[in-house]
């Protein structure tokens, strides 16, 4: 489990997901997509491989900005973002 933002810069900055200087108090609207990695994988189950937190960044940057701020979990799991239960 990734339990601090801090976990996930190197992967989100490796996907092209820009990361605010101050982790733990940023605009969520100046960085929607670092936002909704650490919602959504911050706390989550691991996922077998562990590594697959790198590959949730690039499904999470993959979202189209118009879509960012109003995609549901759901359908950010089924653009295949993993955590401990997926199948």
């Not at 092209?16 to 911050?42: E, H, T, W």
């Not at 979202?63 to 109003?70: A, D, H, R, V, Y």
Request: aromatic share 12%.
């Amino acid at each position: 489990m990734l339990v601090f933002p801090s976990m996930l810069v190197s992967p989100a900055e490796r996907a092209g997901i820009k990361v605010p200087v101050n982790l733990d108090s940023f605009d969520k609207n100046a960085f929607p997509y670092f936002f909704v990695y650490c919602r959504m994988q911050v706390g989550a189950p691991m996922p077998t491989p562990p590594s697959a937190h790198w590959d949730n960044a690039n499904v999470i940057a993959s979202i189209p900005l118009e879509k960012i701020k109003s995609i549901t979990a759901q359908e950010i799991y089924d653009m295949g973002f993993k955590v401990g239960h997926s199948k």
